[in-house]
């Protein structure tokens, strides 16, 4: 009687604790992320792809960003990170050019990145013209005259084609949006119904993150 007392009492606390450590951990498919329909291929090898899509003028993506470039460094060799500025149907965005321009000639760093958040929603100075931009972009030491060159060439063009390609392919409805290993999209909006901040919504998410890149790593063996 005694042996069944205790079997019964360590399955109550062995369920009990399973519970308590699976459910705060494990985010719910189709609420703290949701999977693709149509999975996109990836070129990562072992590592698990996550990218970023972002607008430069998005007051979201500018809070996110410290919180996701910490997430980033963290994670690092277990990941490839890439960022993907979103494009508009009919339109070009200077902010957008300018990305993948400095993306085109290597000198994207992530203190660069910042800077432009910090120009267009600190300093109050949209970049929203390719003369703003230009003005910008020397300012930070980069040759002036090799920006607008790569600015204006076919190179840079294609950059924001494939933009806006891929925000069909990966269902991009909304900014900032997380893909993971080409599959499974997340995002800060998702990540917590009862979150009361913007800052605790960007700190779950890094948690769902986690959660994802483990999975993606799995279904890669």
């Not at 606390?13 to 703290?32: I, M, R």
């Not at 994207?108 to 703003?132: C, G, M, Q, S, Y």
Request: charged residues 25%; contains cysteine; positive net charge.
């Amino acid at each position: 009687m005694r042996f069944l007392k205790f079997l019964l009492t360590a399955i109550t606390l062995s369920a009990v604790a399973f519970s308590a450590a699976a459910s705060p951990t494990d985010p719910k498919e189709g609420v703290e992320y949701k999977t693709l329909a149509k999975p996109q291929p990836v070129d990562t090898g072992k590592k698990v792809e996550v990218i970023e899509f972002f607008d430069y003028a998005c007051p979201h993506c500018a809070a996110f960003d410290s919180t996701l470039n910490a997430w980033v460094k963290k994670q690092g060799d277990n990941i490839v990170f890439k960022r993907m500025h979103i494009g508009r149907q009919g339109g070009e965005l200077p902010q957008g050019r300018m990305f993948y321009t400095l993306q085109a000639m290597g000198v994207l760093t992530p203190e660069l990145h910042t800077k432009a958040f910090n120009e267009i929603h600190v300093k109050r100075n949209r970049l929203n013209t390719d003369d703003l931009v230009f003005d910008f972009v020397a300012k930070q030491g980069i040759d002036k005259q090799k920006f607008i060159d790569t600015y204006r060439g076919f190179g840079v063009a294609g950059h924001m084609r494939k933009a806006l390609a891929q925000m069909d392919a990966y269902q991009v409805e909304f900014w900032p949006l997380l893909i993971v290993d080409g599959k499974y999209q997340t995002a800060p909006s998702m990540a917590n119904a009862n979150a009361t901040s913007e800052a605790q919504l960007n700190e779950d998410v890094t948690r769902v993150l986690d959660a994802l890149v483990v999975k993606a790593k799995a279904e890669k063996k």
